[in-house]
DNA sequence: GTCTATATAAAGATAGAC
DNA sequence: GTCTATCTTTATATAGAC
């Protein structure tokens, strides 16, 4: 792999683990067996635009992901459980979720870049579109699909969030069991 | 008001607006008119001690706001209407959310300070307890009051990231609606 | 394209006068 | 209890050799 590539890759991982502000450029360097020199090299413009590359990678990683999944199951509620499922077999592997989040850092940037923010913000659309596409599939009219999907985004997010302030993977399970109310019409 | 419930006032906002790692300890002096002396008189332990000191004040205030608001109204239903309702409201005003929430403190610490995380989850179930209590109230067994707690728990966290990713009240606004749909048994 | 060495700024924290 | 002045560490970023 190009050392690019290889910054990006490690970069994507320490961000959702620590979040952005936890990580420090030299951290990176020494996960990356490298010196300043290659990373302002490859990101002139530090680590914002390291973090914007990373940000694109997970959004490549979660989408394909994501769609994968959604077309290999049938319906919306067992292509979302097998979806939790996965997000919980890596809580309880790993004790943080690095492949399919990346609230923590909205949730820290959301005052600080507005260029982050948006890269975000494109993101959650997405997935959500994905969802929302599914949910026509099952016959729901566009309206109530994109506020189901929305449902949905919301949930999870705030599950994730819930399993690691508790540190257990109880809050992902008990929203995998109650989806069957969420995935209904509503006013 | 002394001094140090000053300091506790005006960083628990600046936490709230900016995050923990997001605010200095410079920028808390500057608001307050005071210098380190000061500071550091009240809060030897310095900058997360008085973090902690400004979760038990949001714990407080959110705990209160949010029993008035659920002895007010007969069920849970009304009573988490007219909470989002000042969600929005509070968004809308101010284009942050700040006197409801503490996840982006969650995400961006989780990682780092294990005191922190413990006080979040905490105050989570403190929340909870409020939410569960009124659901068994309404007639649900105690059980699926916990697990339908839960699930407004994170549905309105994760609609809050969303109105901030997307500066748009309309996600808080979506999951009220749906509120019929969550606040119902499931398997 | 990658290295070493250095610059520069900002953070959190401390010491001691008043 | 609050101030000023200072310390230490760490952060991001740059310059220039190879």
């Known amino acids: 792999m190009d050392t690019k590539s290889l910054i990006i890759k490690i970069a994507t991982n320490l961000f959702q683990q ?11 360097l020494k996960a990356c067996t490298i010196t300043k020199g290659a990373l302002y090299h490859h990101f002139p413009n530090g680590k914002e635009e390291l973090l914007i590359a990373c ?9 394909t992901d994501t769609e994968v999944i959604f077309n290999r199951y049938q319906t919306t509620m067992e292509a979302t459980k097998k979806m939790i499922e996965k997000l919980v077999a890596n809580f309880e592997r790993e004790g943080t979720i ?9 949730s820290e940037m959301a005052a600080l870049s ?19 596409n599914k949910l026509v599939a099952d016959g729901f009219s566009k309206e109530m699909a994109h506020s189901i999907a929305l449902m949905m985004t919301a949930s999870i997010e705030g599950g994730i969030m819930l399993c690691l302030t ?4 109880e809050p992902l399970k008990i929203i995998s069991r109650g ?6 019409e509503f006013s």
Chains 1, 2 share one sequence.
Do not use: M, R, W
Not at 179 to 184: F, I, S
């Open 98 to 106: 690095t492949g399919y989040t990346f609230s923590s850092i909205v």
């Open 114 to 132: 507005e260029t982050v923010l948006n890269a975000c913000s494109d993101l959650y659309t997405k997935i959500q579109g994905i969802y929302s």
């Open 55 to 63: 940000l694109k990678n997970i959004d490549e990683a979660i989408t």
């Open 18 to 28: 620590k979040g952005y502000i936890g990580v420090g450029v030299n951290e990176i």
């Open 166 to 169: 508790h540190k257990t993977s």
């Open 179 to 184: 989806l069957p109310n969420l995935l209904k």
